[in-house]
């Protein structure tokens, strides 16, 4: 038997990791030891023991094989905060595929030394009276720099202490002398930390509804009783979900414990922030994409030491190292932006429940359109499920009115606003009421359709929207599948068939034709670039200085806007028509946020949505605001089709800088997963195979896996990558991984240096 040899490394820290030092594994380890384990170790010339954690094995030694020190011993039940993080590491490497060492710079925070002028303050501490005495004694001394200072704070209790050490030109000495003497203070003012100052008092606690009363006792009483497990809380806007939040992280902390909850950034406002600061102070802890590398690092610090025990962030707030969580929750559930698109591409769903696992924690989902994964968990009674009802706040559910865009078409209409939309435009305008006008262009890849019947040209294989690529074809993202654009409908004949084309600017200078003076407002990706541009756009149109808010997805998330009154969907087809198999999920969603912007206010809410599709049930139980019914139809057609929850996928996505190389390789590793697992190929138009869909697994134990591809990426190339991908379907997830091991290797062998193979369990999106 040959050697083993293991990395470790020394100090649990980002920087440290791509220098981790090889041990030689001992003969009584081999079997035993694996990735993320805390070993003793001899180090440094004198041999001092010290712990390290291995974080990869291999059998070839990368230094002199005589001098390489051997691993003592494994320490024992090393349930220490690092050594959770390497475990969990190890699971995300696992689960969703990638190396130890991005694995591990995912769950650590990188070392930084945090610059805290930016957010340092000096506030005076003297009273009005003793400052001025001060000041005159300064001035007889001669003291300008100081006299400078005392005369600025007399005017203004706080400054930012960059400006008191450049604009104002006083040295830091002087603010230390000035601060020795107790007349001034340097508060490291974090906003990050505090970004409120919270006076005190009582604050406006509303009394639990016996509904929320309900599941926090119920949570709880799982929690006390030694089996945490995760619960489902399905409740629109405004139902009460984030008060049970506060409730039940009020009831950890009162148990010792701590708290991760997750919001997706776009969602999270400064309202919910407040609530939180609200009730727990200084003890809680925002992570957001504006922090330095350094903050995060210095969040991470004051959550290992116990000086905070509430952490509020994206999905990365996940790997806040807490010694003790009691429970992670997961608002906004379904929200896409919890899934990581770059290696390991982990959701944070999945991950959140591996958290809970390893700290005995509770985990509770929350979502007012939960996705089709956590609702079919909670119908198998995996989750346990919760339902809010009404709105708290008042403020009823908006009349939907759905248009028939063939039935405008028919009657003469080629307008992009159909005669509803106009009519009610011109109503709201009239009127001073506000709109909102939604192009839910999101995952919009080209698909063609048919504006006679409202056909759309689909994959028949996959049963997703084919998207039109600049050379005519019609092609599918899955499986590669391709045809040419026809010329008429193949369902009525038409000749009316063709893509999507408008934007929101042409949107907006429609309305400016048809409405002559309006005053509009956009909001899409050209018009948000800026980093504050977003917000600004959104407190002017709040402010009323527009009447209609043009705009994409952004527009529906968080934000209340009192006084919109009608919300126009202008074509539900467009997310409709995204090539994968999410988009029926994705317009839903939209489609019920975007109608919930109606009439938050005092004022009712009228919603339209235009589409070619009515009878489509995406659209028609938006409209209806009916999510079981939508979710009953939307599971059927997972199962038949094989898709996630109830089945798994995983993409293997190959980049490649040469273009025959990349599919040379895309395709072996194909025939080799078929080969060993025994796929039943999903045949593709450029594939010369035979279906044979008819065939048993043989090859292979456990269930059939069915191969899809491999096909060039919907786009192709980026940056001169070129990019493949063919898709593994199996319902037993734990046979991807095999599969993914396998080609791991494969790809390990047959790869050049080009080259990189990269996985995506159950993925969100088609590459
Ligand atoms: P969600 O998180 O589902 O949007 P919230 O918890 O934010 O709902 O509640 C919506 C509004 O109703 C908030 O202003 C909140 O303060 C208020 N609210 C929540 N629960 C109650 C309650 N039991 N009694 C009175 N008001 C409540
Ligand atoms: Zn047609
Ligand atoms: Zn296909």
């Not at 005669?419 to 063609?448: C, H, P, T």
């Not at 938006?622 to 898709?643: C, K, P």
Request: proline share 4%.
């Amino acid at each position: 038997m040959g050697e083993l040899y293991a990395d470790v490394i020394v100090d649990i820290s980002q920087e440290k990791l791509d220098k981790p030092f090889q041990y030689r594994v001992p003969e009584n380890l081999r079997g035993e030891l694996e990735t993320g384990m805390c070993v003793h170790i001899p180090f440094g010339n004198g041999n001092r023991l010290l712990k390290g954690y291995v974080v990869d094995l291999g059998s070839v030694c990368k230094f002199d094989p005589g001098r390489t020190k051997e691993i003592r011993g494994i320490v024992k039940n090393s349930a220490d905060i690092e050594g959770r993080m390497i475990a969990l590491a190890g699971w995300l490497r696992k689960n969703y595929g990638s190396t130890m060492i991005q694995a591990l710079k995912t769950v650590l925070p990188a070392r930084q030394r945090v610059k805290k002028l930016e957010h340092r303050t000096v506030r005076r501490l003297l009273g009005r009276e003793e400052t001025l005495s001060l000041l005159g004694e300064c001035r007889r001394r001669k003291q300008t720099a100081k006299e400078r200072l005392l005369q600025e704070l007399l005017t203004q209790e706080e400054i930012p202490y960059g400006w008191v050490t450049g604009k104002l030109g006083v040295s830091a000495q002087t603010v230390r002398s000035l601060e020795t003497a107790g007349a001034v203070r340097v508060e490291s003012r974090e906003s990050l930390r505090n970004p409120v100052k919270v006076a005190g008092g009582e604050e406006l606690r509303p009394r639990l509804s016996q509904a929320q009363e309900n599941i926090v006792r119920k949570v709880l009483e799982d929690y006390d009783a030694g089996r945490p497990g995760t619960c489902l809380l399905h409740g629109i806007t405004g139902s009460g979900k984030t008060e049970v939040y506060l409730k039940i992280v009020e009831e950890m902390r009162a148990r010792g414990r701590q708290a991760v909850v997750l919001i997706p950034e776009i969602a999270l406002t400064y309202q919910t922030l407040l609530r939180f600061y609200h009730r727990f102070g200084d003890r809680v802890s925002v992570l957001n994409s504006t922090l330095s590398a350094g903050e995060k690092y210095d969040q991470c610090q004051r959550a290992k030491n116990g000086e905070i025990d509430v952490i509020i962030g994206p999905r990365s707030a996940l790997f806040t190292p807490f010694p003790h969580i009691g429970v992670i929750i997961m608002d906004e559930e379904h929200e896409g932006s919890y899934k990581s698109e770059s290696s390991p591409k982990y959701h944070a769903r999945e991950t959140a429940l591996e958290v809970a696992r390893i700290h005995g924690a509770s985990v509770i989902l929350g979502s007012a359109t939960p996705s089709l994964e956590a609702y079919y968990r909670a119908q198998r009674g995996q989750y346990r499920l919760f339902t809010l009802g009404e709105r708290l706040t008042g403020g009823q559910l908006p009349v939907v009115h759905t248009v028939d865009l063939r039935r405008e078409l028919r009657e003469g209409n080629r307008s992009i606003f159909s005669r509803k939309l106009q009519a009610l435009l011109e109503d709201r305008i009239r009127k001073g009421e506000q709109s909102i006008l939604f192009l839910n262009r999101r995952g919009y890849a080209g698909f063609v359709s048919c504006r006679a019947c409202g056909q759309v040209m689909k994959c028949p294989h996959c049963d997703v929207s084919l998207a039109e690529h600049t050379n005519g074809l019609l092609v599918c993202h899955y499986c590669g599948y391709s045809q040419p654009r026809p010329g008429g409908c193949p369902a009525c004949g038409s000749k009316y068939i063709g893509g999507f084309k408008a934007g929101t600017q042409q949107i907006e200078e429609k309305l400016k034709e048809m409405f002559p003076g309006v005053r509009t407002l956009r909001m899409d990706a050209d018009t948000t670039r800026r980093k504050d541009s977003y917000a600004q756009i959104l407190s002017a149109f709040a402010g009323g200085e527009a009447d209609v808010l043009v705009g994409t997805q952004m527009i529906v998330k968080g934000h209340d806007f009192p006084r919109v009154t009608l919300v126009g969907v202008l074509a539900a087809d467009l997310s409709l028509g995204a090539g994968d198999y999410r988009a029926g999920e994705r317009t839903f969603q939209l489609l019920t946020q975007a109608v919930g912007r109606a009439g938050r206010g005092e004022l009712p809410g009228e919603a339209v949505i235009q589409t070619y599709q009515p009878d489509h049930y995406a659209v028609a139980r938006a409209a209806a605001q009916d999510y079981e019914g939508f979710y009953r139809e939307e599971i059927l057609y997972r199962d038949l089709m094989g898709y996630p929850p109830v089945s798994h996928m995983m993409a293997v996505q190959i980049f490649s800088r040469e273009e025959q190389g990349g599919r040379r390789l895309a395709e072996s590793l194909a025939e080799a997963a078929k080969g060993a697992f025994g796929g039943r190929e999903a045949p593709g138009a450029g594939s010369a195979q035979a279906l044979s869909l008819g065939e048993a697994d043989t090859s292979s134990s456990g269930p059939a896996m069915q191969l899809m591809g491999p096909a060039p990426a919907s786009i192709g190339r980026i940056n001169d990558i070129f990019r493949f991908v063919f898709y593994v379907k199996c319902p037993e997830y734990g046979k991807l991984i095999r599969i993914k091991d396998f080609l791991e290797g494969q790809a390990e062998a047959n790869q050049s240096s080009d080259e990189t193979v990269q996985f995506d369990f159950d993925p969100m999106n088609t590459l």
